[in-house]
């Protein structure tokens, strides 16, 4: 059978899939018993004809893909796939490069090279700053953190790279509460551990406030420290002010991080780059390509103000792969070795979409999102907890006996029943809440008309008494 066979039937079931998504439910319907009987075949002696295997993955798999590239999808920070950046992610894997280094790859290269420098333009960060195309922003936190710990202890007579961290000065880590999981993660794989982390003092939006972090700052002058700052929270999109705080760590001589999962594309956009005001003085910057800029999983990308920490935390010579010398090496700035060009999406993205773009998908995911919240808030029996910012916002649903968590969980639950829409749950300030996140690029005004009415139908259903 010829390669061109398979790979046609592939599309076609793709194609299929794509052009039904606004039709199909959103929530998985297969049943995890049901799933393993379709999927769990005997390892066969002899080899099964590969149209047959790919026709079986679609059948076997169905009612086992949450349908979170919809446009009606609003229950995490994940977006959808613009159709050339996936198109761009084919051609990727069927070119089937190693991205290690220039020489395995050296397309990839110079794409990374021209899509790190366009990265930097739209998101108003240091043209000096290095970068790296990682899996997403778990990644690009431990890489972040990677070259602050090189920077840190290498200033402290430490090097890391050679000693290792048995005997190493210590690093704390200074962040808010709200702060996202992954940044623990990242301590943790940078062996600094959890104790390591401070909680510095918020304001009730979930700002850290500028006193706490100075008082937190004013202890040993030598004290090797990273302060971990957001632009966008998890929950409801608020940004730690940059301005106040980056001046302040800088006086302490610490390394200032930016958690910038999707917050940090306001840049993109005139109406909210306000909010990322003296966010290019910090050190490190981190985001996803997955979320806002709408790549294919996985796409995250780091931005290092101290490139020479950052290529002395990952570079590493062998005698084999001999880079060329007048062109970037991926893996000097990378914590993976072997690894997908992921530059490719993004550079067929980002020149489709161009600056323009960028700023009305982000602008367009924010309207979506304000709407939503304040159509639903204003529905009997819900309120809103928290007010967009940008692309995030958290409602309420209200309950007669005054148990207002249980009836949130119990309303969100429905809403996912239903296959039209899908939220999701989070506790905030001691609450249950439903999260509304919205940054796929599908999202269109037809879809929020649908999900208020869906909001609006299912309240009115659980308001009738039981017969």
Same mark, same amino acid.
């Given at each position: 059978?010829?390669?061109?066979?398979?790979?046609?039937?592939?599309?076609?079931?793709?194609?299929?899939?794509?052009?039904?998504?606004?039709?199909?439910?959103?929530?998985?319907?297969?049943?995890?018993?049901?799933?393993?009987?379709?999927?769990?075949?005997?390892?066969?002696?002899?080899?099964?004809?590969?149209?047959?295997?790919?026709?079986?993955?679609?059948?076997?798999?169905?009612?086992?893909?949450?349908?979170?590239?919809?446009? #009606?999808?609003?229950?995490?920070?994940?977006?959808?796939?613009?159709?050339?950046?996936?198109?761009?992610?084919?051609?990727?894997?069927?070119?089937?490069?190693?991205?290690?280094?220039?020489?395995?790859?050296?397309?990839?290269?110079?794409?990374?090279?021209?899509?790190?420098?366009?990265?930097?333009?739209?998101?108003?960060?240091?043209?000096?700053?290095?970068?790296?195309?990682?899996?997403?922003?778990?990644?690009?936190?431990?890489?972040?953190?990677?070259?602050?710990?090189?920077?840190?202890?290498?200033?402290?007579?430490?090097?890391?790279?050679?000693?290792?961290?048995?005997?190493?000065?210590?690093?704390?880590?200074?962040?808010?509460?709200?702060?996202?999981?992954?940044?623990?993660?990242?301590?943790?794989?940078?062996?600094?551990?959890?104790?390591?982390?401070?909680?510095?003092?918020?304001?009730?939006?979930?700002?850290?406030?500028?006193?706490?972090?100075?008082?937190?700052?004013?202890?040993?002058?030598?004290?090797?420290?990273?302060?971990?700052?957001?632009?966008?929270?998890?929950?409801?999109?608020?940004?730690?002010?940059?301005?106040?705080?980056?001046?302040?760590?800088?006086?302490?001589?610490?390394?200032?991080?930016?958690?910038?999962?999707?917050?940090?594309?306001?840049?993109?956009?005139?109406?909210?780059?306000?909010?990322?005001?003296?966010?290019?003085?910090?050190?490190?910057?981190?985001?996803?390509?997955?979320?806002?800029?709408?790549?294919?999983?996985?796409?995250?990308?780091?931005?290092?103000?101290?490139?020479?920490?950052?290529?002395?935390?990952?570079?590493?010579?062998?005698?084999?792969?001999?880079?060329?010398?007048?062109?970037?090496?991926?893996?000097?700035?990378?914590?993976?070795?072997?690894?997908?060009?992921?530059?490719?999406?993004?550079?067929?993205?980002?020149?489709?979409?161009?600056?323009?773009?960028?700023?009305?998908?982000?602008?367009?995911?924010?309207?979506?999102?304000?709407?939503?919240?304040?159509?639903?808030?204003?529905?009997?029996?819900?309120?809103?907890?928290?007010?967009?910012?940008?692309?995030?916002?958290?409602?309420?649903?209200?309950?007669?006996?005054?148990?207002?968590?249980?009836?949130?969980?119990?309303?969100?639950?429905?809403?996912?029943?239903?296959?039209?829409?899908?939220?999701?749950?989070?506790?905030?300030?001691?609450?249950?809440?439903? #999260?509304?996140?919205?940054?796929?690029?599908?999202?269109?005004?037809?879809?929020?008309?649908?999900?208020?009415?869906?909001?609006? #139908?299912?309240?009115?259903?659980?308001?009738?008494?039981?017969?």
């Amino acid at each position: 059978m010829s390669a061109s066979s398979v790979l046609q039937q592939a599309a076609q079931h793709a194609v299929d899939y794509l052009q039904a998504i606004d039709k199909r439910p959103i929530r998985t319907s297969a049943s995890l018993s049901e799933l393993r009987r379709r999927l769990g075949r005997e390892l066969p002696e002899h080899g099964v004809p590969a149209i047959e295997v790919i026709d079986d993955l679609v059948a076997d798999a169905a009612g086992g893909i949450l349908g979170s590239g919809s446009g #009606r999808f609003y229950g995490w920070v994940i977006g959808g796939s613009l159709p050339v950046a996936l198109a761009a992610d084919w051609l990727t894997t069927t070119w089937d490069q190693n991205a290690a280094s220039n020489v395995t790859a050296p397309a990839e290269a110079v794409v990374e090279e021209i899509a790190g420098a366009w990265l930097k333009h739209i998101l108003n960060l240091p043209d000096e700053a290095s970068f790296a195309f990682v899996t997403g922003c778990q990644m690009a936190h431990t890489t972040a953190f990677a070259a602050a710990r090189h920077h840190l202890l290498q200033q402290r007579g430490w090097d890391v790279e050679v000693k290792g961290l048995q005997g190493a000065p210590n690093i704390r880590v200074l962040t808010s509460e709200n702060r996202h999981e992954s940044i623990l993660r990242a301590v943790r794989l940078l062996g600094l551990g959890t104790e390591a982390v401070t909680y510095v003092a918020s304001d009730s939006e979930g700002r850290m406030d500028p006193g706490a972090l100075d008082a937190a700052l004013s202890g040993p002058a030598d004290r090797a420290t990273i302060v971990s700052l957001q632009a966008g929270d998890l929950n409801t999109g608020v940004f730690d002010v940059f301005k106040a705080l980056c001046p302040i760590a800088r006086k302490h001589e610490a390394w200032v991080h930016v958690d910038g999962a999707f917050g940090l594309w306001a840049a993109a956009s005139p109406r909210y780059r306000h909010l990322l005001e003296g966010v290019e003085q910090a050190n490190s910057w981190a985001t996803d390509g997955h979320k806002w800029l709408n790549l294919p999983f996985d796409s995250g990308f780091v931005f290092v103000a101290e490139p020479a920490a950052h290529r002395a935390a990952f570079s590493q010579a062998t005698s084999y792969a001999v880079p060329l010398e007048d062109l970037r090496n991926q893996k000097d700035w990378n914590p993976e070795w072997s690894r997908r060009g992921r530059g490719f999406a993004a550079y067929a993205a980002l020149r489709h979409l161009g600056r323009l773009g960028v700023q009305d998908l982000v602008e367009r995911c924010c309207d979506h999102a304000c709407r939503l919240v304040e159509s639903i808030a204003a529905l009997e029996g819900a309120e809103a907890l928290a007010h967009p910012v940008i692309n995030q916002g958290l409602v309420r649903f209200l309950s007669s006996d005054g148990d207002h968590d249980q009836r949130t969980d119990e309303v969100i639950a429905a809403l996912q029943s239903s296959g039209d829409v899908w939220f999701g749950g989070v506790t905030w300030q001691g609450k249950r809440a439903m #999260r509304i996140s919205v940054c796929n690029w599908l999202t269109n005004d037809a879809d929020i008309d649908r999900t208020i009415e869906v909001v609006r #139908r299912v309240l009115r259903e659980m308001s009738r008494p039981s017969i």
